[in-house]
């Protein structure tokens, strides 16, 4: 597509129950990133994809965080047993390669209940 | 390691200058900018891959100094359109993660 697709834009769930946030990058692009915003908090990191590397999930904050990359193309983060404190904006962005311009998605907006 | 970025924030006038100060406690492969509207992703300004390269966009400017492990970002001649929060983002090499500030806000107003 011509940008980064993300869905849902908008999940609202309640307590304990698991999440499924999806990303759709730009086609050719091999980096694919994930961010988490929380209200009036900067950009922090959680995961990093680059082509068929093992991902890089040093920001991840909890074991109930998990994320895949199907083909090089498609990713879900998907977040288990939510908590109130994981209501935030998750961004995906992309690039061609890890160094280049990243470009983001519009954002999942989560609420946790 | 997260940048440490500042000021959190800061109000313009139109056409006053400001400085974005980021830094960083380990060596840096690369230096990226940054800007978010409000409700909006946040959308590319420039990258500066070797130390002492100053880039340019319109009236924006940016410097790294790659001996203190600083980059700069410089808002000239502000315009309302400026107004947004600016991240800047350090990746310690080619294979690291870009990993962004907190962010400064900033608020140019007639």
């Known amino acids: 597509g011509a940008g980064v697709s993300q869905s849902p834009s908008n999940k609202v769930t309640e307590k304990g129950k698991d999440v499924e946030l999806r990303c759709d990058p730009i086609?050719?692009?091999?980096?694919l990133y994930w961010y988490r915003q929380s209200l009036g908090q900067g950009l922090e990191f959680l995961i990093y994809?680059?082509?068929?590397?093992?991902?890089?999930k040093s920001g991840l904050p909890s074991d109930r965080f998990s994320a895949e990359r199907t083909g090089g193309s498609v990713s879900t983060l998907t977040i288990q047993r939510t908590q109130q404190e994981d209501s935030a904006v998750y961004l995906c962005?992309?690039?061609?390669?890890?160094?280049?311009?990243?470009?983001f998605g519009a954002g999942s907006r989560l609420t946790v209940l | 390691q997260q940048p440490v970025q500042s000021p959190q924030a800061v109000i313009l006038r139109e056409g006053e200058d400001a400085v974005i100060n980021c830094s960083s406690s380990?060596?840096?492969?690369?230096v990226h900018w940054y800007r978010q509207k409000h409700g909006e992703a946040p959308v590319f300004l420039m990258i500066?891959?070797?130390?002492?390269e100053q880039k340019g966009h319109e009236k924006i400017s940016a410097s790294f100094n790659e001996k203190k492990q600083q980059s700069s970002l410089y808002l000239t001649a502000s315009q309302l359109s400026y107004s947004g929060t600016y991240f800047c983002?350090?990746?310690?090499?080619?294979?690291?993660?870009?990993?962004f500030g907190k962010g400064t806000r900033l608020s140019v107003i007639a």
């Open positions: 962005a992309s690039s061609l390669r890890g160094a280049n311009v990243l470009t």
């Open positions: 086609s050719g692009h091999t980096a």
């Open positions: 994809f680059q082509g068929n590397s093992a991902p890089d």
């Open positions: 380990k060596a840096l492969y690369s």
């Open positions: 500066l891959l070797k130390g002492g």
């Open positions: 983002g350090f990746r310690n090499s080619g294979n690291t993660p870009l990993v």
